[in-house]
DNA sequence: AATAAATTGTCAGTCAATATGACGAAAAGG
DNA sequence: CCTTTTCGTCATATTGACTGACAATTTATT
């Protein structure tokens, strides 16, 4: 009934992009659900990927994440409420509180590390691992030309 | 003083293909509010990307895009307001309404494509045309495999 | 030391982009 | 005809981001 759409030929990069980078999510995200943490969602990452093994300020994790700290601490609030992190004050900084991963959101840090890394393996054994390695290697060359270009300016 | 994150080391191929996506994202959608269409937003390439010649059906839109009805049609709602779209009665089918775009949509569609094509371009300068295109190759391939897994299930 | 400026985190409110559930109107299948 | 399905809409919720304003506190400047 419906003709197909315009841009059915050649898909453009960044639809691939997309496409790929949401495979990955999935993967990760349902095994998160799958090892019993059904309540860490995509957006939380920001959060493990940027805290520090001692603990974080609010605003420094803001910063690493490039964005708000009203953000960072709407993620931050719903972590520590599932027992992922806690929040003490800081004892050289009274203005400050250090965000610190539980033993439970160092678990969490764990499986997402190890998750990544199988659906990385599981890439691999799509399109083979010479090309997964390339597919990796291209990508890291891309981010560094675009971190340069960008400290740059 | 804050110490730096364990994530450190090693970025996740996910982090890779999000950073580089979002990049790209950035490119296009800059290069849309430039050229004229500030209300364009990432959301909306789901109508352009799936939207046909001759136009399509709210349910076929929302099927394509792997999204609700609901949610295409908050979508639609928008473009169609800012005269991108525009919604007819089906007269074939007195429940359904055609939505297809104005010669405005058409720009944007048009406009979109060459953006991409652009920041495609820009990826080829930043790490040489071979890896680019072999970046999109395996992309391709990852996609491709992806789709197959899909089906299978 | 006193004051001015900057930083930290929070409160309040908004918006964008998804989702569910319920439903009336219309079409399709018997 | 009647029943079931499909199409789009209404109402409402959730998630993840934002801006602006602010009190408490620390740091810098006179």
Redesign the pocket.
Known sequence: MDSRPVTEQRRTLGALLRLSYEALQREVYGGLAARGYPEI????S?VFRHIGPDGS????L?ER??????????????LAAAGHLT?TP?P????????RLTAKGQGVLAALLALSAEAEARVAGRIGERRAGKLRRYLEQLAAALEAERAAR
């Open positions: 969602r995509p957006a939380h920001a300020r609010l605003t420094t803001a994440a490039g964005m708000t700290k009203q953000s960072m601490a709407y993620l931050v609030d719903g929040s800081d050289a900084d009274g203005r400050a509180r250090i965000v």
